[in-house]
């Protein structure tokens, strides 16, 4: 079914209208248009390398210079994009809903830099850096351990002189507790969940629609190339996050 097929957007229209409660989990594929690569596309990070090499806590102990050079190499990447119209149209539809949550796998802060206030991030933030020995998170600006990775200079923890590693969740590594019990209990009590340019691959964040589908939830999926979710959603828009949401935010506003 195309985007354009106006009665599928009447449809989500009026359930958006009706939604006490709106949850959006979002993967990789929102950022892409902001030019930020996906990690299983064919252009993807994974294509050139693999995960189990670089986001995992082991590859980090036993090669913390080839993680540390990814992360600075992904964040150089970060520091230019902006939020693209599928990041602004989640922001927009914030306010159009009566209560809208933002659950996130991604670590580039694009959700909150595009305006969105409740935001759920479940891989943490690829701009904050953690001591691996003391847990101690240091926010970006913070003049101790804000630092520009060079190679064969392992950054040290000021607190502790422990391994300082990027603030995300490597694979093995457990969600931030108080984030994926939000999500949990969020996605079944909502009443339309909107699974967005995520493969639906890493668990526990693709159990969420899963969960919010059992619960009830009207469950949407946008993606070019529909997952595995796919079969049990309500709705498929096959077509970028960018395109999409700012036509279902335009009609929502346009049904007002
Ligand atoms: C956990 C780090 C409990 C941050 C990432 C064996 C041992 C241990 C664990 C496991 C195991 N088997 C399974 C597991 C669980 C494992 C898992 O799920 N593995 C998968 C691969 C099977 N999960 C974990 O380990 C999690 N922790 O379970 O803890 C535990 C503890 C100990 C032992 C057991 C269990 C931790 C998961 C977090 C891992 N961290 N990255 C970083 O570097 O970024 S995962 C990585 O994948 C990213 O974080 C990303 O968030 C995540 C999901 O990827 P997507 O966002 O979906 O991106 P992807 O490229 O896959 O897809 C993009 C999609 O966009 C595509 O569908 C494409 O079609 C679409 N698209 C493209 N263009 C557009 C678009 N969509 C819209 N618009 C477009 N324009
Ligand atoms: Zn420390």
Same mark, same amino acid.
């Given at each position: 079914?195309?985007? *354009? $097929?106006? /009665?599928?957007?009447? @449809?989500?229209?009026? !359930?958006?209208? !009706?939604?006490? @409660?709106?949850c959006a989990l979002t993967g990789a594929g929102v950022s892409k248009e902001s030019g930020v690569p996906t990690f299983r596309d064919e252009d993807g990070l994974w294509q050139k390398f693999r995960p189990e090499e670089? =986001?995992?806590?082991? $590859?980090?102990?036993? /090669?913390?210079?080839?993680?540390?050079?990814w992360y600075n190499w992904r964040r150089q990447l970060m520091s230019g994009v902006k939020p693209n119209l599928g990041h602004l149209a989640l922001a927009e539809l914030q306010d159009l809903v009566d209560s809208f949550v933002l659950i996130t796998q991604n670590v580039d802060n &694009? *959700?909150?830099v595009a305006g969105n206030r409740d935001v759920i991030e479940l891989h943490g933030n690829i701009s904050r850096n953690k001591c691996h020995d003391c847990g101690k998170i240091f926010?970006?600006?913070?003049?101790? @351990?804000?630092?520009?990775?060079k190679p064969g200079e392992l950054p040290k923890c000021p607190l502790c002189n422990g391994r300082l590693r990027p603030d995300v969740v490597w694979f093995g590594?457990? &969600?931030?507790?108080? $984030?994926?019990?939000? =999500?949990? @209990?969020?996605?079944? !009590?909502?009443?339309?969940?909107?699974?967005i340019g995520t493969s639906s691959i890493v668990y526990p964040a693709a159990a969420l629609p899963q969960l919010a589908k059992q619960a009830g939830a009207y469950l949407v999926e946008i993606n070019p190339k529909p997952t595995?979710?796919?079969?049990?959603?309500?709705?498929?828009?096959?077509?970028?996050s960018g395109e999409a949401l700012p036509l279902i935010v335009q009609a929502?506003?346009?049904s007002a």
């Open positions: 079914m195309g985007i *354009h $097929a106006s /009665n599928k957007l009447e @449809t989500l229209v009026e !359930q958006l209208r !009706q939604a006490k @409660t709106v670089l =986001a995992n806590v082991n $590859a980090f102990i036993s /090669n913390p210079s080839l993680v540390w050079e &694009l *959700h909150r926010e970006k600006g913070d003049q101790e @351990t804000d630092f520009v990775f590594e457990n &969600l931030p507790v108080d $984030a994926i019990e939000r =999500a949990w @209990t969020l996605s079944q !009590q909502c009443d339309v969940f909107l699974s595995d979710l796919a079969p049990m959603a309500d709705m498929v828009f096959s077509s970028p929502l506003k346009d």
